[in-house]
């Protein structure tokens, strides 16, 4: 599974052959992790939102490009 984005405390993945809805995946530099969808940001996991408030302004601009990489990796 790629590294889509770096952060300094987590890392984005987007998973092949991985379920609906469109989401992606934040990894913790600690081991945690949880699941953002891509169209509403909601968070499922065991990381709270304030802890991964970058990435979710990053993923609320980036939104097509998340799009995309989902399509590509779930032919």
Same mark, same amino acid.
């Given at each position: 599974?790629?590294?889509?984005?770096?952060?300094? @405390?987590?890392? *984005?993945?987007?998973? $092949?052959?991985? #379920?609906?809805?469109? #989401?992606?995946?934040? %990894?913790?530099?600690? =081991?945690? @992790?949880? &699941? %953002?969808?891509?169209? $509403? &940001?909601?968070?499922? =996991?065991?990381? +709270? %939102?304030?802890? *991964?408030?970058?990435?979710?302004?990053?993923? $609320? /601009? /980036?939104?097509?490009?998340?799009?995309?990489? !989902? +399509? +590509? !990796?779930?032919?």
């Amino acid at each position: 599974m790629p590294t889509l984005k770096r952060f300094t @405390n987590c890392r *984005i993945e987007i998973r $092949s052959r991985d #379920h609906m809805p469109p #989401h992606f995946h934040v %990894v913790m530099s600690d =081991g945690r @992790n949880c &699941l %953002v969808e891509i169209d $509403s &940001l909601e968070v499922f =996991g065991e990381v +709270k %939102v304030f802890e *991964i408030a970058e990435v979710i302004e990053w993923a $609320s /601009n /980036n939104k097509e490009q998340l799009m995309q990489e !989902w +399509k +590509k !990796w779930r032919p």
